[in-house]
């Protein structure tokens, strides 16, 4: 028998395995049906923490559809809590910080990459894949934290048919690896309302990424300034964010029960 933990950051749900003592090769498969709600256990992400020559902890991150990606938000402030103490992190995406404050942790999310920006981004959606089922939102902003996101600011959330819209712009063809979908809504100077269809798990109640992605997004615009609230359907995040600097992330982070599984039968 394997044991793993059910933790959460924001609703943002996640079987967490100590690979360091457990032995689980995960597959693809292996890791749908565990994240599998009416047949597994259930949850948003897998996340496997194993050993790393030049951090505390490594992390891995498996989708609810199964893919292994570079970054969870979300997950990584959930790290400090289930390791018992500060730890620096090696994930895909990069050495992480991630120090536990009173109810969750603040990590340093390292620098955004706008690589994309040399892509003609509003030009390709127009002329490429608009059409018809693009509908009228405004050109996204296209910010790598890790893992990929677009974020398109609209003047109201609630008429956004976010669950039909998110499936078709994560797998449009101008994305090769697919995307992280954000719509989001700025609310004031420090505050953004934000809902994020995520690549390989849908609609999420939160995504630390995403909030990482929108809030630096919406400063480079200057729609924002300052540390930034993001809320999400699950609750709120507190991103900073400078031109030139790292992003920090700070917010909760929750642990519910600890099982026990067999892994091969999944
Ligand atoms: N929930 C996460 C993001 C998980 C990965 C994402 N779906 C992807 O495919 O890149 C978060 O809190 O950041």
Same mark, same amino acid.
């Given at each position: 028998?394997?044991?793993?933990?059910?933790?959460?950051?924001?609703?943002?749900?996640?079987?967490?395995?100590?690979?360091?003592?457990?032995?689980?090769?995960?597959?693809?498969? !292996?890791?749908?049906?565990?994240?599998?709600?009416?047949?597994?256990?259930?949850?948003?992400?897998?996340?496997?923490?194993?050993?790393?020559?030049?951090?505390?902890?490594?992390?891995?991150?498996?989708?609810?559809?199964?893919?292994?990606?570079?970054?969870?938000?979300?997950?990584?402030?959930?790290?400090?809590?289930?390791?018992?103490?500060?730890?620096?992190?090696?994930?895909?995406?990069?050495?992480?910080?991630?120090?536990?404050?009173?109810?969750?942790?603040?990590?340093?999310?390292?620098?955004? !990459?706008?690589?994309?920006?040399?892509?003609?981004?509003?030009?390709?959606?127009?002329?490429?894949?608009?059409?018809?089922?693009?509908?009228?939102?405004?050109?996204?902003?296209?910010?790598?934290?890790?893992?990929?996101?677009?974020?398109?600011?609209?003047?109201?959330?609630?008429?956004?048919?976010?669950?039909?819209?998110?499936? #078709? #712009?994560?797998?449009?063809?101008?994305?090769?690896?697919?995307?992280?979908?954000?719509?989001?809504?700025?609310?004031?100077?420090?505050?953004?309302?934000?809902?994020?269809?995520?690549?390989?798990?849908?609609?999420?109640?939160?995504?630390?990424?995403?909030?990482?992605?929108?809030?630096?997004?919406?400063?480079? !615009?200057?729609?924002?300034?300052?540390?930034?609230?993001?809320?999400?359907?699950?609750?709120?995040?507190?991103?900073?964010?400078?031109?030139?600097?790292?992003?920090?992330?700070?917010?909760?982070?929750?642990?519910?029960?600890?099982?026990?599984?067999?892994?091969?039968?999944?």
């Amino acid at each position: 028998m394997g044991r793993f933990s059910k933790m959460h950051g924001l609703g943002n749900d996640f079987v967490v395995i100590d690979a360091r003592t457990d032995v689980v090769e995960m597959t693809e498969s !292996r890791a749908r049906a565990i994240a599998d709600r009416h047949a597994g256990i259930g949850c948003d992400q897998l996340i496997l923490i194993g050993n790393a020559p030049d951090a505390d902890v490594s992390m891995q991150i498996f989708n609810a559809d199964g893919s292994e990606v570079e970054a969870c938000g979300n997950a990584t402030r959930c790290v400090p809590l289930f390791v018992g103490r500060d730890v620096l992190i090696r994930t895909q995406a990069g050495l992480l910080d991630a120090r536990a404050v009173d109810g969750g942790a603040s990590v340093d999310m390292g620098a955004p !990459r706008f690589e994309w920006d040399a892509i003609p981004l509003a030009y390709a959606m127009d002329t490429l894949t608009m059409g018809a089922s693009w509908e009228d939102l405004p050109p996204p902003a296209a910010v790598n934290v890790g893992n990929p996101h677009v974020i398109f600011f609209v003047d109201d959330l609630d008429a956004v048919d976010t669950a039909r819209l998110g499936p #078709i #712009i994560e797998t449009d063809p101008l994305f090769p690896a697919r995307v992280n979908v954000n719509f989001a809504q700025v609310l004031g100077d420090n505050h953004i309302r934000l809902i994020v269809w995520e690549r390989g798990a849908g609609l999420t109640r939160a995504c630390g990424t995403g909030a990482c992605a929108t809030a630096v997004a919406a400063v480079r !615009r200057k729609l924002v300034s300052g540390p930034v609230t993001v809320s999400l359907p699950g609750g709120d995040l507190i991103i900073d964010w400078a031109p030139g600097g790292t992003i920090r992330m700070t917010g909760p982070a929750t642990h519910v029960f600890d099982g026990e599984a067999d892994w091969s039968r999944f």
